[in-house]
């Protein structure tokens, strides 16, 4: 898998000498993952509430979806580069399935910003994990 990886090249446009970049990212997509678990947490309480318009989009089980989201942030805070990608696949899977569930195809801009925060964390792992190993 080391070959693959290495013939990405996600970060050629990074300075290979400044890992705080890499850092930077990593930190985003972690903390971007808290805020999106403590989301859906609050659309959750909201739905088992009796709010109809939170009820299509949450109910008991999305107390899981809380609970892996968190486990996969702290995955990415500790800089675990299939805790980055997991976590990146399943918001994208996710958010297909409710937008495809819902017929809701409209709002895009911030789905798409997350998203792009988890994909910079994830490239930041792979960068990590590179430059670490070019260290030793």
Not at 117 to 131: A, D, E, P, V
Request: net charge positive; glycine share 10%; charged share 20%.
């Amino acid at each position: 898998i080391g070959n693959f990886v290495d013939s990405l090249d996600f970060w050629k446009d990074w300075d290979k000498k400044n890992i705080e970049q890499a850092d930077k990212a990593i930190k985003r997509a972690w903390v971007t993952g808290i805020i999106c678990a403590v989301w859906t947490l609050l659309i959750t309480f909201g739905a088992l509430g009796g709010d109809q318009t939170m009820s299509r989009l949450a109910d008991v089980w999305s107390f899981g979806d809380v609970f892996l989201i968190l486990c996969l942030s702290y995955g990415v805070y500790k800089k675990s580069r299939v805790c980055a990608a997991a976590l990146t696949a399943y918001f994208l899977i996710g958010q297909l399935i409710i937008r495809i569930q819902l017929n809701m195809w409209g709002g895009v801009g911030v789905p798409l910003i997350i998203l792009f925060l988890y994909m910079q964390g994830f490239r930041g792992t792979l960068f990590y994990h590179k430059y670490m190993k070019g260290l030793k």
